[in-house]
């Protein structure tokens, strides 16, 4: 008998870790520190994911969210163990970024915004650069500002910024590289020979040069003392970054790499990465481009290269803030790829044997197929306009189509190494093709459909050659529905599929030569998606009506209708063999469906937006969902683990409950207090307080004196809750006057809101008291004049 989903819980979010700004990398290469809005995000490279984040929200642990300050800028010093943070409102901070401490805040003294920061190697001294060309130095020690160097004609952004034993180099934007005595705040050297933007410097090892490159597309060597150019080198590409490589580095064609030179690897506008041996003068290597081609970034290019020798590899951040490794001891070639800001997630889809692969489409022209086991991303180029659509088969799982924009569709083909490349294109819609389907047991069953209403099923060749990209033919076409289609399904046989689409309807189709079997109607507003049921005749659809439908295949007729959505449902799918569904919307929910009563049976909000992605593993174990959050949720089945977990929660209860009652029954009532307490039993407590107190009021000031502390508190709190009312109030007062001397010297604090509470009832009660005490004396007093009289 097939068990029922009950619950679903997230064990993995991989959202945005990186929206642009710096980036730095540890010490020991294993993690990166990236600027992402005002939080710094510590990824593990090696897992793939986000371990911790530095903000002040997360450091001081509170709930309520405090007011996002944008950082401008950061920097690692050079000891590895604090992180500097420039901010827009102007404040310097100090972090310990292993333990997420906040060590330091103070002010720049900057009357404009900071864009650079370096520090002294021995981290005692940082220099702030800002927008205005002015340059501060400050005493890390005492936080204290030493000097504001003299801007000697340097004028506009800072935009480099290092430290040489006594000085301090510097450009802006007049081009010139300008170097200070930090001692004395004296300027000692100005090196002229850039004709734009510098912008980036590395001093050589021998400390006496130091090379620079910047939009002027040259790279120059100086020497530092004589304050010259050394060489110019002519790079006809506007650069952005430039680092110092080892000399353990290998080339793709070793018979180029010198037996000694100093390489330096830049890079910039046009997205490649270039080698060169800066003594003499000679390229190495050019990569292929690491930019999308069509991407609107490709003016932007390589923004930034960073070195980490402990790992052998060189990180190349892309315009699209995409991170690639680039081994330096094996050949330059590129061991990972990640990506910081996947922007809105359209479609999600597992593909590979195991479905070890994940294929994303986002707000890109560009699919990243991410590996489950650490989310290392490959890049998927060919498209020329935003993946709308993607799906997989089990037929064949290393087969992926993709839809797009560009009024095309792609076959994509994985190799035994994980590596996937475009087989087939094939451009026959007139508009953006949203939807596209393979048959489930046959892989050369191909199904698209788009905004021109037609639904087009597709001629796949026997065998594909992988070395070129086959041109696709139409095998049949047909003009399905009158508005535009969100999305086509085909059946676990392969002899029928349905369509869904704006125009309210969903349609049965023949997948032998697209015949129309029938109409779907009764949706009140446009439909967004349509699944097969696994085992029965029936199909699911939802709509922007904020409801889910199940239709019989026989009749055509709506056998059900699931109501709980706020908004658009955009995804279905069945679940434990046709049983359950699973849907998410536009309401950022995810909702699981029992099919037999009609009902949600749990509802789930992870999302912050719409939920347009929906994918189920083969074993129904995980689902992943993906929004216009630019999150990726999976999600595991936690029903056994939660139903175990119950159970156990079931048998401690049974267990706890036997013991009290031993512990009681054998009148060991100081253990019997204690576990009542810890198993937070108010009405249990209370009846061990009244045993106490019909033995004796000191049996009673014996045992809660002889609780800790915590068990105090938690007796304090069942006192509270006593006082409310006027049966139990006696029993709260002789406790509550045992618990004073402990409240009066500070050992329990009593929260204002109960010490109200308190006093309130208390006062209720002693009115109460005194009123009875006089009704009684006046009794007395009657019946003391009675007396006489009746003898």
């Known amino acids: 008998m097939t068990q029922l989903k009950e619950l679903y819980k997230v064990t993995s979010c991989h959202s945005a870790f990186y929206t642009g700004g710096d980036i730095e990398w ?70 310990d970024w292993k333990e997420n401490k906040l060590l ?78 930090f001692a004395s705040g004296t300027l000692k050297y100005t090196y002229s020979g850039h004709f734009s933007k510098v912008t980036s410097l590395q001093i050589l090892p021998d400390r006496k040069s130091m090379v ?122 590129v061991s990972k790829q990640m990506v910081g800001f996947s922007d809105e997630i359209f479609d999600v889809v597992f593909m590979g044997e195991n479905q070890s692969h994940l294929a994303v489409a986002t707000n ?43 009024n095309s569709i792609r076959l994509w083909l994985m190799n035994g190494e994980g590596s996937v490349n475009c087989i087939a294109s094939g451009t026959r819609h007139t508009s953006s093709v949203t939807s596209v389907a393979l048959g489930r047991n046959n892989a050369n069953l191909l199904v698209s459909a788009g905004e021109d209403t037609t639904l087009k099923i597709w001629s796949l060749p026997k065998k594909f050659n992988t070395n070129s990209i086959e041109a696709l033919s139409v095998k049949c076409t047909e003009v399905a529905h009158e508005k535009d289609i969100n999305g086509i399904c085909i059946a676990p046989n392969d002899k029928i599929m349905a369509t869904a689409s704006l125009d309210k309807t969903a349609k049965l189709w023949s997948t032998s030569d697209l015949s129309l ?38 009749d055509l007729s709506c056998l059900k209708t699931f109501e709980g959505h706020g908004s658009s449902v955009l995804r279905v799918e069945f679940l434990s063999r046709g049983l359950q ?17 009609s009902e949600c049976m749990a509802t789930f909000d992870q999302h912050d937006g719409k939920v347009w992605a929906l994918a189920v593993s083969k074993d129904e174990q995980v689902l992943v969902t993906g929004g216009d959050d630019s999150k990726l949720q999976f999600w595991a089945d936690s029903t056994e683990a939660a139903r175990l977990e119950a159970a156990n929660e079931r048998q401690t209860r049974v267990e706890h409950q036997q013991r009290l009652d031993n512990l009681i029954h054998n009148h060991m009532l100081l253990p019997a207090l204690e576990l009542a307490l810890r198993l937070e039993r108010p009405a249990t407590v209370l009846k061990i307080v009244t045993k106490l107190q019909q033995e004796s009021a000191d049996s009673l000031d014996d ?72 009704d009684l004396q006046i009794l007395k007093y009657t019946a003391n004049i009675m007396l006489p009289h009746a003898k």
Not at 234 to 253: K, Q
Request: aromatic share 6%; net charge neutral.
């Open 26 to 95: 540890t010490e020991n290469g294993e993690s990166l520190l990236c600027q992402c809005g005002g939080k710094i995000q510590v990824l593990d490279i090696n897992e793939g994911k986000v371990v911790s984040t530095i903000s002040e929200e997360e450091s001081t642990g509170l709930e309520e969210e405090i007011e996002e300050d944008t950082i401008l800028t950061f920097l690692l010093s050079p000891d590895n163990s604090t992180i500097i943070v420039a901010h827009k409102s102007g404040l310097l901070k100090t972090w």
């Open 212 to 333: 620079s490159c910047g939009r002027d597309k040259v790279i120059i060597v100086w020497d530092i003392v004589a304050s010259r150019a050394v060489r110019t080198i002519a790079v006809y590409e506007s650069l952005e970054s430039l680092v110092l490589l080892p000399n353990s580095l290998t080339l793709p064609d070793s018979a180029k790499r010198p037996k000694k030179g100093t390489f330096v690897a830049c890079a910039g506008e046009k997205g490649v990465l270039r080698v060169w041996n800066a003594d003499p003068a000679a390229e190495l290597y050019v990569s292929d481009s690491f930019i999308s081609a069509g991407s609107s970034s490709d003016a932007q290019g390589i923004k930034k290269l960073m070195i980490c020798p402990e790992r052998n590899s060189l990180a190349v951040i892309s315009s699209d803030h995409t991170i690639f490794f680039v081994a330096t001891d094996d050949k330059l070639s």
């Open 104 to 181: 330091k805040t103070w002010r720049s003294l900057h009357k404009v915004p900071i864009s650079k920061l370096a520090c002294y190697r021995n981290n005692s001294l940082l220099a702030t650069g800002a927008t205005d060309a002015s340059i501060r130095i400050w005493d890390l020690d005492h936080h204290a500002c030493r000097h504001s160097l003299p801007s000697s004609g340097m004028v506009g952004v800072i935009s480099v910024l290092v430290f040489l034993n006594e000085l301090v180099f510097a450009a802006a934007d007049d081009t010139a590289i300008r170097a200070w005595d």
């Open 364 to 406: 890109s022209s560009v699919i990243k197929l991410y590996t489950v086991a650490n989310m290392a991303c490959q890049l998927l180029k060919g498209h020329s306009d935003l993946v709308i659509s993607l799906t997989s088969t089990p037929a064949n799982p290393n087969l992926l189509v993709s839809g797009a924009k560009d």
């Open 581 to 597: 569904l699973v849907s998410v919307g536009s309401d950022g929910l995810m909702k699981l469906w029992c099919i037999k009563s």
């Open 517 to 554: 079997m029938g109409v779907l109607k009764g949706h009140k507003r446009g439909v967004w998606s349509a699944k097969f049921s696994p085992v029965d005749q029936v199909l699911a659809t939802t709509s922007a009506d904020s409801t889910l439908r199940l239709w019989s295949l026989s």
């Open 703 to 774: 045992v809660i004196r002889k609780l800790d502390v915590d068990k105090k508190g938690s007796l304090l709190k069942c006192v509270i809750s006593w006082n409310s009312n006027s049966k139990q109030s006696y029993s709260a007062q002789v406790v509550l006057s045992v618990l004073l001397d402990d409240i009066i010297k500070g050992d329990l604090r009593v929260p204002s809101s109960d010490m109200e509470s308190l006093i309130m009832f208390s006062d209720r009660h002693f009115k109460r008291l005194t009123q009875m005490q006089q």
